[in-house]
């Protein structure tokens, strides 16, 4: 079984920055991708980022150039580093775990960015 569990959001004005963490704890295999995913008021879950254990990463066009995904493997910690925010950045913010066809997903943290 693993855990996720997600730390960082909150209220911000647009064009400030905010820093999500997910921590994943339990039997955790070596290779995996974690990624965010976010589903603002109303809108369906999307993509927002990945990054396999081996560093490659994916940003959506959505985000890219200001949201930056990052991981740390020996705390099993994934980041979202997220530059810029834009009132449509507003979402719940979910962090997932995939690996030998097991998926995962964090409870979920909350950003809301002011114009």
């Known amino acids: 079984q693993v855990q996720l569990v997600e730390s960082g959001g909150g209220l911000v004005q647009a064009g400030g920055s905010l820093r999500l963490s997910c921590a994943a704890s339990?039997?955790?295999?070596?290779?995996?991708?974690m990624g965010w995913y976010r589903q603002g008021p109303g809108k369906q879950r999307e993509l927002v980022a990945t990054i396999t254990s081996g560093g490659m990463t994916y940003h959506a066009d959505s985000v890219k150039g200001r949201f930056t995904i990052s991981r740390d493997n020996a705390k099993n910690t994934v980041y979202l580093q997220m530059n810029s925010l834009k009132p449509e950045d507003t979402a719940v913010y979910y962090c997932n775990f995939k690996a030998l066809g097991v998926e995962v997903w964090g409870q979920g943290t909350l950003v809301t960015v002011s114009s």
């Open positions: 339990g039997s955790i295999f070596r290779v995996n991708t």
